[in-house]
């Protein structure tokens, strides 16, 4: 009886694993369209698919895909709704690769403000099926699908410093403060490897023309050259006596260009390994490199606040530049060779005239230091990422902003834009790299705490017994207030605690972070109950006197109206 029963339980799962994978596919290859459409809808598909440990959420984005223009031209308003389902699974994907359970919270805050019949009866049935507790936004607060974000990659343990884009605009290189260089699937955001080998921070990385090799430069003073296929680090290229700070490849693969701190410009075979000759004339530590297309001109940008070009061939000073105030971070040239674009730490982006070296026109809007700048293969727009945690894209041609692309919660390090000028990837202090869409462009005592670091946040519970509090070092501790001793600890978020609050009847506590999350923690147990992750640190928090519904209030100014589902009342 029970090999009958274990054998019937196998069927089944193999049946739901067939079901899953193929039956979208069978649906559009069999014409029976308004199923496939009706299939993707379905919340209980989607969530059963994104949990099975054979597909997961990448797998049910690429089942969007399979009409083609024939099909979506007949079905616009179908396929309209199938494009936001998919765009918000997209935003979605680095929350819910993470946590599973928050599915129903990301799309709940990402689709109600879609108001369409299909979409709306999609959220019903959310909140009709999930058994688990999960905070529902009352309110809609997350990035809605689109708009100009697409995708964001995590999985840095430190800042981005730089990203990179090959020339088939297929994968993203991002390097960062952790030691590492990433390479990443563009079209789905999958982590495709990590190279390992440098001793310090990576500060820069470029690619090869032909997409076969990446260039790292690194705090430990040296330029790794990598297989972009295998992840094989080909050899190192030492000289530098200081961090290298920035690198660029000649159009033709031939040579590598690197700038440091030790004020010189470094010029290398690509082939062999060899130094061909150094740069001297910087005053001080150089930030930022690049290389005409016609491989025939370096130009070099300093914290002597001056851009330099030299020849590539004779190592000859051609001439300098001068007009900023203060350091410039980073230089980029349009593919005709004719201009040069800078970014400082005066906050301006400016434009020169690179035959003359004549000042053309400055840029300016930022709030903090321009750290990086890239410009559109049709020469057209300006891309610059800046300390004030934005992104801006500019008319190359006129000088006007055209719009600014938030979403970062710290500093933007790094931009890149894709060869068709469709995309801008940018990477920064907060740990991730984000895709945009160019195109369209939130004292009775004192209790020896015991945090290691500082404490942001204190509550008590009603009855008074009871005392919480939050830290930098990302825990929350619960206290017996009569005694000063701790009862226990709360573990989960992964960064500075910087709010809390109880509810009424002291049975749970809500935290909100500088980690872009709200946690809903049982405060008997110490069990973490429900988590919401926004796209900003979460300043505040407070909860209502129901004990379930929550407001808090996040770093770009959103406040976000959450309530919890299934709390087991």
């Known amino acids: 009886m029970k090999q009958i029963e274990k054998k019937s339980s196998a069927q089944k799962l193999y049946k739901q694993k067939i079901r899953l994978g193929r039956y979208p596919y069978s649906l559009v290859n069999s014409g ?85 019949p299909e979409i709306k009866q999609l959220l019903q049935q959310i909140s009709q099926i999930q058994t688990y507790p999960w905070l529902r936004p009352l309110t809609p607060g997350l990035t809605p699908p689109g708009g100009c974000l697409l995708l964001t990659l995590t999985g840095h343990s430190r800042s981005v ?47 090869t023309a032909d ?71 910087h005053s001080s530590l150089v930030e930022a490199v690049a290389v005409t297309t016609d491989c025939q001109r370096v130009i070099s940008g300093s914290d002597d606040n001056t851009v330099k070009v030299w020849n590539l061939t004779t190592g000859e000073e051609l001439f300098i530049s001068t007009g900023h105030m203060i350091s410039i971070n980073a230089i980029a040239f349009t593919t005709d060779g004719k201009r040069v674009i800078s970014g400082s730490d005066d906050n301006t982006v400016k434009v020169w005239n690179l035959e003359t070296g004549e000042e053309l026109f400055t840029l300016k809007g930022h709030s903090g230091l321009v750290n990086a ?18 992104v801006k894209v500019w008319n190359l041609e006129t000088g006007e902003e055209l719009f600014t692309l938030k979403g970062h ?60 509090s939050g830290s930098g070092d990302g825990a929350v501790k619960v206290w017996n207030l009569e005694t000063g001793k701790e009862i226990f600890r709360l573990t989960g978020h992964r960064s500075s605690v910087y709010a809390l609050a109880v509810t009424a009847d002291g049975q749970r506590l809500i935290s909100s972070s ?32 129901d004990g379930l519904t929550i407001v808090a209030g996040d770093d770009s100014g959103m406040v976000h109206f959450l309530k919890l589902e299934n709390a087991g009342e």
Do not use: M
């Open 32 to 116: 029976q369209y308004e199923k496939y459409y009706h299939i993707l809808t379905d919340y209980q598909f989607i969530s059963a698919k994104i949990n099975h440990p054979e597909f997961g959420i990448q797998a049910l984005i690429e089942d969007y895909d399979l009409l083609d223009a024939t099909q979506t031209e007949i079905h616009p308003d179908q396929i309209k709704t199938l494009q936001y389902i998919q765009s918000a699974l997209r935003l979605s994907a680095h929350i819910v690769t993470q946590d599973k359970q928050q599915l129903p919270s990301q799309l709940w805050g990402r689709l109600q403000a879609i108001h369409t």
């Open 373 to 390: 700048v890239a410009v559109t293969n049709d020469g057209k727009r300006v891309i610059s990422g800046s300390d004030d945690n934005t």
């Open 211 to 281: 997409s076969e090799r990446v260039i790292s430069g690194s705090n430990d003073r040296t330029v790794k050259v990598w297989n972009l296929e295998t992840g094989e680090e080909k050899f190192t290229l030492t000289g530098h006596s200081g961090s290298v700070n920035a690198v660029a490849v000649t159009v033709d693969s031939e040579r590598v260009i690197s700038g440091s701190d030790d004020r010189t410009v470094k010029v290398w075979n690509l082939t062999t390994g060899k130094e061909l000759f150094t740069f001297t004339g």
């Open 161 to 207: 410093n730089v990203v990179a884009v090959t020339a088939d605009s297929k994968r993203v290189i991002s390097s960062s403060g952790d030691g590492t260089v990433k390479v990443w699937n563009l079209e789905t955001g999958e982590e495709k490897f990590t190279l390992t080998g440098h001793s310090g921070s990576v500060n820069a990385v470029a690619v």
């Open 514 to 545: 500088d980690d872009n999350t709200v946690k809903v923690w049982n405060l008997e147990t110490g069990e973490e109950i429900a988590t919401f992750t926004g796209e900003y640190p979460i300043n505040s928090c407070a909860v209502a006197p």
């Open 409 to 468: 919660s710290s500093l933007v390090k790094a931009v890149a834009v894709t060869a068709d000028g469709k995309q801008v990837i940018s990477g920064s202090h907060d740990n991730t790299v984000k895709v945009w869409n160019l195109e369209t462009g939130e004292d009775n005592f004192t209790v020896p705490t015991d945090h290691s670091s500082l404490v942001n946040a204190v509550a008590v519970t009603a009855d008074g017994q009871r005392l919480i």
